[in-house]
């Protein structure tokens, strides 16, 4: 038998010493689960297949990829030089997001000095300039772009996302072509949404995937967020957890109609017209009354935007309905 003085001796030098120890940073799953190749990307299976096409053949031309946010887009450009550049990616690749400044000055200088840098790639292939919420951008930048892009056209290539690609102006659409994104549908989020949980060993119920791909409304990001933050949140992923997380009203309570007892809990009238919108638009009602529905509450949703958010909205909208339905109901 050792003494007690040597065995715990034995035991501290066992121990990690506390000041070296490194912390496990954990990724996001939306990064974590991030596709790197374009066939692993889930929906638009008509743009996704545009890009596969453009990979394999190597001759990628000036994107412009088009659609709401979490579709998928920037994954897209991404994936796609990855694809086309391999180990050359780090150097031939430079990525502008919102968070850049992207006016004039920096279509001048930081884009135009990427573009004339030497890099050494394999025939047929281009640098890539990668322009995240291009729409955003000033129309004097816009304008320095479309003749940077003339310049360099035999070196660089550039890909740009936006939501509306109406806000690009037209020499720039000219130059590129246009690639366009959906929502995702509800059964390529859950898809997604199961691989996640079985990999991460989170505990779901059904009617937990489906408040989560309910809430998300066609956005993987959303999704993969709001599945995150309700697990690390409750440790189970269920309806209420997570619309509790989500903070946003309850769909069956709003299928209801209690707009009153919703207003007076707090939730603005953006939010309870935003899910009475997606709750009419995924209900069994007759396709009549449910495009008459739709088209009272976008009228309500316009004028709550314009800042006429009161009660009075919320209940002249309940009336609408109310004189759309009692004609029905006497057929």
Not at 47 to 65: D, F, H, S, T, Y
Not at 73 to 88: D, E, V
Not at 201 to 207: A, G, I, L, M, Q
Not at 217 to 234: E, I, K, V
Request: include cysteine; charged fraction near 25%; glycine fraction near 6%.
């Amino acid at each position: 038998m050792e003494p007690e003085a040597v065995q715990e001796k034995k035991e501290e030098q066992k121990a990690p010493v506390a000041g070296n120890s490194k912390p496990v940073m954990e990724l996001p799953w939306l990064e974590k689960y991030r596709p790197t190749l374009i066939k692993d990307i889930v929906g638009n299976n008509e743009a996704v297949a545009r890009l596969q096409v453009i990979a394999e053949e190597g001759n990628m031309p000036n994107l412009i990829l088009s659609g709401p946010p979490g579709t998928g887009k920037t994954t897209s450009i991404l994936c796609l030089a990855n694809q086309l550049l391999g180990p050359n990616n780090k150097e031939a690749v430079l990525e502008l997001n919102a968070s850049d400044d992207r006016g004039i000055d920096v279509v001048r200088n930081k884009i135009k000095m990427f573009a004339q840098k030497k890099v050494t790639l394999p025939p047929g292939r281009h640098k890539i300039v990668i322009l995240d919420e291009a729409d955003s951008m000033t129309a004097g930048a816009q304008q320095a772009l479309r003749r940077t892009m003339e310049i360099y056209s035999s070196t660089t290539r550039f890909a740009l996302a936006c939501n509306q690609s109406t806000k690009v102006i037209e020499p720039i659409q000219s130059r590129c072509a246009i690639v366009r994104f959906s929502r995702i549908s509800d059964q390529d989020i859950l898809s997604r949404l199961l691989i996640v949980c079985e990999r991460e060993k989170v505990k779901y119920t059904e009617d937990g995937l489906e408040a989560i791909i309910f809430t998300a409304d066609g956005d993987m990001r959303q999704a993969l967020n709001n599945l995150q933050s309700t697990n690390s949140g409750f440790g189970l992923v269920n309806a209420e957890n997570t619309f509790r997380v989500c903070d946003q009203p309850h769909p069956l309570v709003v299928a209801n109609i209690i707009l009153c007892v919703l207003f007076d809990s707090g939730y603005s009238a953006i939010d309870i017209i935003t899910t009475v919108f997606r709750v009419t638009r995924n209900s069994n009602i007759a396709e009549f009354m449910k495009l008459e529905f739709l088209k009272e509450i976008g009228f309500c949703h316009m004028r709550i935007g314009d800042g006429l958010n009161s009660r009075l909205q919320l209940s002249g909208l309940l009336a609408k309905m109310c004189r759309i339905t009692i004609p029905e109901m006497r057929r």
